[in-house]
Each structure stands twice: as structure tokens, then as C-alpha cells.
């Protein structure tokens, strides 16, 4: 059977035969929001995409997989302020990537990884993992490609990591996106409650949260340093994630 991991791009005898090889799936998951003036509102469910066609592509000689289509649509009510940005809600979300797990393990797929590009959606998933807890012939994995990094990121990049900041646009940038590199700009975001509200996914100390909308931290959409980015940066960091979520599939191929 010639070598095709896109569900979407198989028949269904394909598919049935390939369960008898494989019995991973993989569902890259991202977003439709606002990325700022350079980066287009796909960036979030690009880089997933991306990030788990590779993954498929680097482990396809030891272990076969399915990658489904992306689900590229997620929760951002925090970016509506923000033209074109798409949210779904966090119940609909939540249902969508259920339906999806039920789908596959009805079909004999035993082990599930959510891709995730986007960390609004990390409720969403969460709740998916534990409405599926005990009624699914699954094992669901979920991992955002964010965390996969494993290094220290903040010797890579000028942080905060957050949005469409240094991390975002070099990653997005290298993996093949979209980037008006001439409208980058630099926007640090405001902290809601100084030493303990900030927008920096890498910043340590002690933490508080807060609802909030996008438009109370940054006027441009974006929360970092984008004129910072580089493709090479994003190399480096692309090829961590890589190199991780690779190592993480085969893991649990042992479990
Ligand atoms: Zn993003």
C-alpha cells in the first residue's frame, strides 16, 4: 500500500486496511484569530497542521500513523475585537473533538494524540479528556507543540511568549507560513496585575489568572517581540518540537 498518512485523502478500504498496521491517530487542532498586522489568523492552525504532518512524515519508516484533518477552528472569544477572528464555544469545541476520538476508536484506533497549536483551546481539551474518560476504547493523548520545545526556550527567543511574539512568527515563519515581514512590530502586552498577572507563557514566580480580553493587553494583537523573528530561530525551535513529538508518538506506540 503506497505511503498516504491523510485520512482525508484515503478510501475507506484504505483505510481498513491500514488498521491492520496502524492504530494511531493523530488530529492536529489550532485556531482562526487574529495574529496581528503580519502573521494571517490561519498561523495557529497552520503550525499544527504542520508540526503533525511532519511528525507523521520523520516516523513513517518505523511506525505508521493517520493524521486527520485539522480541526481549525477553536476557542477565541478574547480575539472577537479583532477582524476575522472566528471562535467556536468552549462546549462546542469540547463535543467536536469527542465526536471526533468516538469516530476514530468505533473505527479500531486505540491511541488518539490532539495536536494542539493554540492555548485557548487547552480547556476545551482538557474537558474532551475527561467527558471521554472510561466511555472510549481509546487512549487520548493530548499535547500542545509549544511545550514540546523541551529546551530553554527563553535562551532562543526575546521573551514574552505569547502571541505572535518572537517564538510564534519564527516558528510560523520557517514551517512555510504567510509572514509580511515589513509590518512586524513589537508589543510587549500589558500586565493585568503586576507580579502575578503578566502575558508570558515562560515567566516564573508566583501566578494568578484573570478573564480578560486581547484588546486590555495589546492594541496591534500582538504580545511580543515579532521583529525579533527569524526563520533560523524557528528552525531551531521547529526541529526540538520535532524532534520531541516524534519521540513522544514512539513512546506511547511501547505503552
Ligand atoms: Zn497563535
Redo the contacts with the bound molecule.
Sequence with gaps: MEKEYLLANMTWQEVEKRLKECKIALVPIGSTEQ?GPALPLS??HYIATQFTHRAAEMIWDEQKVVVTPTITFGFSPHHMEFKGTITLSELTLSSMIADICHSLAQHGFEKIVLVN??GGNETAISNALHDMQGNIDAKVYHANWYNMVGEKIREIVTPPLY??CDM?TSVAWYLGQRVLEDKRVDEPGKSLVPGFISPDMSATGPRASVSYNFKEITNSGVVGYSTQATKEKGKQIADKVLENLVRFIREITKI
Excluded: N, R, S, V
Aim: charged share 25%.
Design positions: 495574529h498561523t495557529d497549536g493554540h502571541h505572535a510564534e
